[in-house]
């Protein structure tokens, strides 16, 4: 991902939250989230981010259709070997096309080339089909349950974790 890339990652992001996030975040909250709101903060990220994380973009013809994120794993007691993805997002258009698993192989494939052995990610417990991707993509809960709050709405998270095979020499 460039930062030329900004607005259209800022636009697969908001109609990937207005779709996946449709029935369990209030309508008004989806409603209200601006592209060129979302573009700035993608630029910002992507400033200050330098090589610690990593975003990467999928495209059809030339437009961008998806786009993921990772990087180090947040937690606290994170060692240097945990990865986490941190968004992995698809038009809606394209969901259900392998753009999503495209993205996926590549998250794990250059994960695993930085020398991460473990990937981890946060979904939602009540979206059913974002947990059965992840699950398909090899991640399986780890147990741990968090709330999360947004748009005034509190919504249990769950933490799925997937080993990463070692780079090839």
């Given amino acids: 991902m460039a930062e030329a890339d900004c607005a259209a990652v800022a636009r697969v992001r908001v109609a990937g939250w207005r779709s996946a996030y449709r029935g369990l975040l209030p309508v008004a909250y989806l409603a209200a989230l601006d592209v060129e709101e979302d573009a700035a903060a993608r630029r910002e990220h ?15 013809d030339g437009d961008v259709v998806g786009w993921a994120a990772f990087g180090p794993d947040r937690r606290p007691d994170a060692g240097p070997a945990d990865a ?10 394209v969901v259900g096309t392998g753009v999503g698993r495209a993205l996926m192989e590549e998250v794990t494939a250059r994960a695993s080339a930085r020398g991460y052995r473990s990937l981890s990610l946060w979904v939602l417990e009540d979206n059913a ?13 780890d147990g741990t349950r968090e709330p999360w709050e947004v748009g005034g709405t509190t919504l249990m998270e769950l933490r799925c974790t997937r080993p990463l095979a070692p780079a090839p020499a």
Avoid at 84 to 91: D, N
């Fill in 84 to 93: 986490e993805l941190y968004a992995l997002y698809a038009l809606p258009a």
């Fill in 129 to 141: 089909l974002g947990r059965r991707f992840y699950a398909k993509a090899g991640f399986t809960p």
């Fill in 46 to 60: 992507l400033a200050r981010a330098g090589g610690r994380v990593v975003h990467l973009v999928a495209e059809r």
